[in-house]
C-alpha cells in the first residue's frame, strides 16, 4: 500500500521559465541533479529517449512539491489529461465511461473513493492528495514522461513489490523495479500505468 502522495511531476525543456514561475507562487528549490542517467526502463513511457535528464525539486509549504523535469525530448506535444489547477487538487481527464476502473486501481492503492474522484488521507498532512476525475469523449493524448507539462505523479511506499501485486490485475502496465541515486540517496523505484494510462511513480522509502 502508498504510504503517501510525494510529488507531482512537469517535463519541460524551458527549466528556467518553469521555475522562476513556480518561486513566483512561493515555490523554494530543494535540491537540482544535472545530467542523471535515464534508466532504460522508462523507454515504454518516453517518445524520445535520451540517456540523461535533469531533475529540479521544489517546495512549497502548504502546495503540492513539483518536480520539474528535462527530458532531453524532440517531442513539443503538450499533455491534456493530468492538471493542478485548484489548490491541493488534481484533476485528471479520463476517457468516457472509464471511471469505474479508474477508481478500481486506485483504491488497490489505498485511496478513498468518493463521487468525483479518489483521495488519500494519512496522518502527515504533506502525504494527502485529493484527485478528481472529470470525463471526456475527446482525443486524449498518450501519456508520456517526455510530453510538456504534469506527467505523472510520484508516492512512497514501504514496499514496492507489494504495492505491485496489489494492482497487477488493474494496471495496464507495469515496469520492472530499477534504481537511481539521487541527491546522494539510492532509490528503488517502479513506474505503472492506471487503466487509463494515468503514469504513476514509486518510489521505496
Keep these: ?19 522562476n514561475d513556480l518561486k513566483n507562487q512561493g515555490y523554494q528549490i530543494d535540491f537540482s541533479e544535472l545530467g542523471l542517467p535515464n ?17 529540479h525539486l521544489l517546495r512549497h509549504e502548504t502546495h503540492y512539491d513539483v518536480e520539474v523535469l528535462n527530458h ?47 483521495y488519500l488521507k494519512r496522518p502527515v498532512p504533506a502525504w494527502d492528495i485529493e484527485i478528481q476525475f472529470t470525463e471526456s469523449s475527446a482525443t486524449l493524448v498518450e501519456q508520456k514522461l517526455d510530453l510538456n ?3 505523472s505523479i510520484a508516492f512512497i511506499t514501504k514496499n514496492l513489490q507489494a504495492c505491485k501485486q496489489l494492482v497487477m490485475e488493474s494496471a495496464s502496465w507495469i515496469s520492472d523495479t530499477f534504481s ?21 511513480e514509486l518510489v521505496e522509502v
Design 1 to 19: 500500500m502508498i504510504v503517501g502522495f510525494s510529488h507531482l511531476i512537469f517535463n519541460t525543456p524551458k527549466v528556467e521559465t518553469v521555475i
Design 39 to 55: 534508466h532504460t526502463n522508462k523507454k515504454p513511457l518516453l517518445k524520445f529517449y535520451s540517456e540523461k535528464h535533469d531533475i
Design 72 to 118: 532531453y525530448s524532440e517531442t513539443s506535444e503538450v499533455q491534456n489529461r493530468l492538471f493542478n489547477d485548484k489548490d491541493k487538487v488534481v484533476s485528471i481527464i479520463i476517457p468516457t465511461g472509464k471511471q469505474p476502473s479508474e477508481s478500481e486501481f486506485w483504491a488497490n492503492l489505498g485511496f478513498k473513493v468518493n463521487d468525483g474522484g479518489v
Design 149 to 151: 507539462g504534469f506527467t
Design 180 to 200: 537511481l541515486e539521487v541527491n546522494g540517496k539510492s532509490l528503488s523505484i517502479a513506474l505503472m500505468k492506471s487503466p487509463t494510462g494515468i503514469i504513476i
